[in-house]
T-cell receptor, first 115, second 109 residues
């Protein structure tokens, strides 16, 4: 299966710790997106890359959050000094711009719980 | 400021009947709309999309209708099946996706 993969699927951490998530997009997709979803809400955009360039960041992405896509393939999302409000599902998606309206395909997500 | 709205948090439909999920948007510049289905603890799964130059798109049991003058779209599922029970999100696409808050569909026997 060559869909979007995310690791880990679940992460439990204590407040103040750093966490890092990984996303592997569909291989031929040059755009990669990060979203966050909390209970009762739709996914909210965090940031996206075209190849290795980070093209947009949401104001939701505070200074404690950083995302990278160093070789234009996989991406990592790091949260430093986690807070309880960071508890959410973190979703990654990938796409080919211009193809069918830039339809994005999502991975299974990483569920973060901050104690 | 909610640019994409799903005003019905839940919908219950009998198996075999039609399910109609609604979505409203505010920005007339949006040019593409998508519907995703989400099961608990999984990522959203793409279902069907529609370009703003069309008013209808059909794929099997799923049909999406777009009314640009009313800034409204709807997803029709017919016939509904128990496996369709999930949360459905509509989204507009302008580089990034802007999602509604979702409608939980339950299809009962």
């Amino acid at each position: 299966d060559t869909g979007v993969s995310q690791n880990p699927r679940h992460k439990i951490t204590k407040r103040g710790q750093n966490v890092t998530f990984r996303c592997d997009p569909i291989s031929e997709h040059n755009r990669l997106y990060w979203y966050r979803q909390t209970l009762g809400q739709g996914p909210e955009f965090l940031t996206y890359f075209q190849n290795e360039a980070q093209l947009e960041k949401s104001r939701l992405l505070s200074d404690r959050f950083s995302a990278e896509r160093p070789k234009g393939s996989f991406s990592t999302l790091e949260i430093q000094r986690t807070e309880q409000g960071d508890s959410a599902m973190y979703l990654c998606a990938s796409s080919v711009p211009g193809l069918a309206g830039n339809t994005q395909y999502f991975g299974p997500g990483t569920r973060l719980t901050v104690l | 400021d909610q640019q994409v709205k799903q005003n019905s948090p839940s919908l219950s439909v009998q198996e075999g009947r039609i399910s109609i999920l609604n979505c409203d948007y505010t920005n007339s510049m949006f040019d593409y709309f998508l519907w995703y289905k989400k099961y608990p603890a999984e990522g959203p799964t793409f279902l069907i999309s529609i370009s703003s130059i069309k008013d209808k798109n059909e794929d099997g049991r799923f049909t999406v209708f777009l009314n640009k003058s009313a800034k409204h779209l709807s997803l029709h599922i017919v016939p509904s099946q128990p496996g369709d029970s999930a949360v459905y999100f509509c989204a507009s696409n302008a580089d990034k996706l802007i999602f509604g808050t979702g409608t939980r569909l339950q299809v009962f026997p």
